[in-house]
């Protein structure tokens, strides 16, 4: 379809629409591009449309920027960073100012919904008179889809030295009118900016602030009959005239391409399409049902009632509707919060407190059979102590008591009481039992605290611990309990931060990041927050994930092999009775990418005999649908009919088995990729088996048993092992180093991030702690080493004071930086100045986490004890002081001479099962296998000589090795060196964590 050209101008439609929001939008990572236009225009658009407030509101799906699409102007730049290309644009405008605002203040409602869809939405407000349509010859001012024309939405900024004024009066008296008078221009409609607005709610996940020196000034939408007529535009009098002083005033034009239109809100009512989505609106117009159209139809649908033979619809303001359909604006600030039950998947665990420790474990191992799952001793620190007993201690203080009174003991640093936990699982649950001690004694000793009465009239101290699930944010349900018990008038449900505070008003307003704690080793994926239940009873809400979750199951194994048991609560079935449905469930992480595995259970569908335990004699589809198919698979052991749902949006595929009238067997096989902040994770195969009785006794019968087989657990820990090997062993290269190492000096990876972090850095360099705190968020987290966390700008402030007093100078020299998502890796080499003159040149990688364009999170690995501990120039203590080596360097000496004799059976004995291998910006592996692989790999290439010692810090379980690594070329026969930092982080007498900084730009090594 195309448009021809009319001499009808309806740029007057667009004048009531005074003042606009406008919203570039790039959709999230891992969603398909049609799955992003379909969810934004018939599931977001529909609610959108409902809110109070607007005039016009269009969605504009666009594809991306390319070079070649307009006809380059000299002076005006048109190039581009892929960063830079969005999929959307959101156009609301509104009669007023005040209208704007309501809809702000009413569009909370949609900030859950955009992490659904978008990974960035960057608004730009316009001010009355700067949104004007200067023609418009499209008839059909609210589209539904494709228009017909060749159209573009252009972006413009202005050239540095050129004031907004100016160029605003160029765009609006000189550029604009020029086109317009133009025969070929279809539509032209100009956006002149405002700052970007970020007025609106947070959504978690979503950037709502733009990197400096990327924002625009400027936007328009010009459109074309057809492609003849933009080539004659191009081509005429009156775009050269429009383009004459451009370079004036025009940094960059950067056109993207419109792909379809929709309209939600029209003359401030809602259209067809907001009504009831673009999807539905395309069919009713298809079909031509003007029944849909009719009032009573259209009352039912945005009321949801009928009553006496008709819809009925509340036009009051009580309802829930205005009787344009919109929701009232004091509706939606009413409304009451999602309850956190869907988030939780029962009771994890139940705490004792006891007081002697090897009689509890006697007691509780021995006597009552529970299997030990994880447990440790010694645990103190700032952090645990604040997340325990902050409640109490505020109490304390507040009271003038001693806090001891209250059964607190003292963990934070380890002088007076420490903290010993085991875990003890049970099959359907676990106990915790929890031991307090004297820091100097050892988990022998009895704890501190006397029994309380242990009659059930009084409480015991114990503990419940509720399960939330894998993949919720458990700082973002802390958040969403407290609200909704503060709601229902639960006011003293708040939970524990792991920051200090000082009152309950400080608890109750401190942020949310700061509720979960995590632990490291046997506890990795261990997750937690506290609180108090409104009776004063002891809560907790924890995950069970990674390592921590491995522990776990085996124990659970353990106890139901034993014990001759059937339940399997964290990861595989349950199975009470012959009448009630068996189900099994395993899950496993994947190294290769999400797309791998999604491709490899297609395949499963195509070729079934390359992944089945049973030989398949033949596969025959019977009919195919829109979502899969419907097929006949027969196998040695049975012939089955089978309906397999493809669900692409949730990379799902479920296989209903149909041929047994007495039962259901289902298979689904689910690939999901874990979102963790600041963390690279692999993707979870996910496998699940469900077989449901459909009459009694049906789970009794012959045919069922080699189902009730399939439900074991370990046989759906197999088969997902099975699938889990093949996708391994068809993925081209480790998915987890797939990149190349290449130089630190090349920085081919950096973004927009990366160019904050260095201004922040110069910052720093000027020694003014006030120009370095600016770039950090007001709850930013900041940790240098080993030094206590600083929580937002002043305790960055506060925390540099020494610093301040010790070093004159830095000087940052970046070696290299990577970006990825909301997240900047710097390695670099940090000089200090110390003001006695010593200089001191040392190794450092940051981790730092942006929130906007800000920075929420710092952590800095170093070793700047050098700079501290060298004695003042002058003193008669020798300058090069060696550090005493301790236990661990030698385990370390041993595994390298382990790795020089390539003995790598007693090589792969110095590590733990889960230990974690990282080279430079290369992803992790994970194992002893895995490391002994990759560096069997790497020596194929290179043959390993010796080591050059340069540096070597020994930090409590941690040891740095500043390093030169010589090789020889296996194929030239070359020599190569490596200069590298080293980072082992122990475990006991076992290495938990080996990080490698080198340059290996000369290795020629692809990982």
Not at 27 to 41: A, H, Q, S, T, V
Not at 802 to 824: C, D, P, R
Request: glycine residues 6%; hydrophobic residues 40%; contains cysteine.
């Amino acid at each position: 379809m195309t448009l021809t050209i009319t001499q009808t101008n309806y740029a007057e439609r667009d004048v009531e629409g005074k003042v606009a929001f406008y919203v570039l939008l790039w959709k999230r990572e891992g969603i398909p591009l049609d799955l992003f236009d379909n969810y934004w225009k018939d599931v977001h658009g529909p609610v959108c449309a409902r809110l109070p407030g607007q005039y016009q509101y269009w969605q504009f799906h666009v594809a991306h920027s390319e070079n070649g699409l307009f006809p380059e102007i000299n002076g005006v730049n048109s190039n581009f960073d892929l960063q830079d290309n969005f999929n959307g644009i959101a156009e609301l405008t509104f009669k007023n100012e005040s209208d704007r605002n309501t809809w702000f203040t009413a569009a909370g409602i949609l900030m859950d919904d955009e992490r659904n869809l978008f990974k960035k939405a960057i608004g730009y407000t316009t001010s009355v008179g700067n949104s004007i349509t200067y023609v418009d010859g499209i008839p059909d001012g609210k589209p539904n889809g494709v228009v017909g024309a060749v159209k573009y939405h252009i972006l413009v900024k202005k050239q540095p030295n050129v004031t907004v004024e100016n160029f605003r009066n160029y765009l609006r008296n000189t550029f604009a009118p020029a086109l317009s008078q133009s025969s070929s221009i279809l539509k032209f409609r100009l956006h002149l900016f405002d700052a970007i607005d970020n007025s609106r709610p947070d959504a978690p996940g979503v950037i709502h602030s733009e990197a400096q020196g990327k924002e625009y000034d400027a936007a328009f939408e010009i459109a074309f009959a057809n492609q003849l007529e933009r080539e004659k535009f191009f081509a005429s009098t009156e775009y050269q005239q429009a383009i004459q002083q451009a370079p004036q005033y025009l940094q960059l034009l950067r056109p993207f391409p419109e792909r379809t239109a929709y309209t939600f809100v029209y003359e401030g009512k809602m259209t067809l399409a907001g009504e009831r989505s673009a999807k539905v609106s395309e069919l009713i117009a298809s079909i031509g049902a003007t029944n849909q159209l009719q009032p009573d139809i259209t009352n039912l649908m945005l009321s949801g009632t009928y009553q006496n033979g008709q819809a009925v619809v509340n036009n009051n303001g009580n309802g829930t509707h205005n009787g344009n359909g919109k929701v009232p604006l004091e509706v939606i600030t009413q409304a009451p919060q999602r309850t956190v039950a869907q988030h939780l998947q029962g009771v994890q665990h139940f705490g004792i407190t006891v007081n002697n420790l090897d009689v509890a474990l006697e007691f509780y191992l021995e006597v009552l059979g529970g299997k030990l799952a994880i447990g440790g001793d010694g645990f103190i620190g700032d952090e645990l102590h604040n997340l325990l007993f902050q409640k109490e201690e505020i109490e304390a203080k507040e009271k003038g008591i001693d806090l001891k009174s209250l059964g607190v003991p003292s963990i934070r640093d380890g002088n007076k009481e420490a903290l010993d936990v085991r875990f003890i699982s049970f099959g359907n649950t676990c106990v915790e039992l929890i031991h307090f001690r004297n820091a100097h004694l050892d988990a022998h000793a009895p704890n501190v605290f006397e029994a309380i009465p242990s009659g059930i009239g009084h409480v015991n101290a114990p503990h419940i611990s509720f399960f939330v699930k894998d993949d919720v944010d458990l700082n973002e349900f802390a958040r969403m309990l407290e609200e909704e018990c503060h709601r229902r008038g639960m006011t003293n449900v708040i939970a524990n931060r792991t920051i200090e505070l000082t009152s309950e008003q400080a608890r109750a307003k401190a942020p949310h990041i700061y509720a979960k704690t995590e632990f490291p080793g046997d506890f990795d994926g261990w997750a937690l927050f506290y609180c108090k239940g409104p009776n004063g009873e002891q809560l907790e809400f924890n995950q069970v994930r990674r390592t921590a979750k491995a522990n776990f199951l085996r124990a659970q194994k353990e106890y139901n092999l034993a014990n001759d048991n059937h339940y399997w609560g964290l990861n595989g079935k349950g199975l009470s009775s012959a009448n009630q449905e068996l189900s099994a469930y395993y899950s496993i992480p994947v190294n290769a990418s999400s797309e791998l595995v999604w491709t490899i259970l297609l395949d499963k569908i195509e070729n079934p005999g390359n992944y089945m335990p049973s030989p398949v004699e033949y596969t025959k589809t019977l009919e195919k649908y829109s979502d899969g198919m419907l097929r006949e698979v027969k196998t040695s052991q049975m012939l089955v009919r089978e309906r397999i749902t493809i669900d692409e949006a949730n990379l799902k595929i479920t296989y209903d088995i149909l041929n047994y009238p007495m039962f259901q067997p289902r298979f689904i096989n689910q690939v999901v990729q874990p979102n963790e902040p600041g963390k690279n994770l692999l993707p979870q195969l996910i496998n699940i088996f469900q077989l449901t009785p459909l009459v009694e006794g049906a789970l009794d019968t012959p045919e069922a048993q080699l189902f009730i087989h399939a439900a074991n657990p370990e046989f759906i820990e197999k088969a997902t092992l099975h699938i889990k090997n093949i996708i391994e062993k068809q993925n081209p290269v480790n998915a987890m180093t797939q990149a190349t190492i290449t130089s630190p000096t090349t920085a081919t990876n950096e973004g927009p991030l990366c160019q904050i972090v260095r201004q922040m850095f110069l910052a720093g360099e000027s020694m003014n702690v006030q120009n370095f705190v600016k770039f950090y968020t007001e709850d930013a987290h900041y940790q240098f080493s080993n030094f206590p966390v600083a929580y937002g700008p002043q305790g960055i402030i506060d925390s540099s004071q020494g610093f301040l007093q010790t070093v004159a100078k830095v000087y940052h020299h970046i070696m290299k930086m990577w970006e990825f998502g909301n997240t900047v890796i710097c390695e670099m080499e940090v000089t200090y100045i110390r003001h006695d003159g010593k200089v001191f040149r040392l190794p450092c990688c940051d981790t730092i986490v942006f929130k906007g364009d800000k920075v929420q999170e710092l952590r800095i690995f170093m070793d700047i004890m050098p700079v501290f501990n060298t004695p003042q120039v002058g003193s008669e203590e020798s300058d090069e002081k060696v550090l005493p080596q301790g236990t661990i360097s030698g385990i370390l000496g041993k595994m390298y001479e382990a790795l020089h004799a390539s003995n790598w059976e007693l090589f792969k004995t110095f590590f733990t099962d889960d230990v974690l291998y990282k080279i430079g910006a290369n992803d992790p592996v994970i194992g002893p296998e895995a490391i002994a692989g990759l560096l069997q790999h790497i020596y194929k290439t290179l043959k390993l000589t010796t080591h050059n010692q340069r540096g070597f810090w020994e930090v409590g379980n941690t040891i740095i090795l500043e390093m030169d690594a010589n090789y020889v070329n296996k194929k030239d026969k070359t020599f190569v060196q490596v200069p590298c930092t080293d980072i082992y982080r122990f475990d006991g007498e076992k290495i938990y964590e080996w990080r490698v900084y080198p340059d290996a730009s000369k290795t020629g090594v692809v990982l």
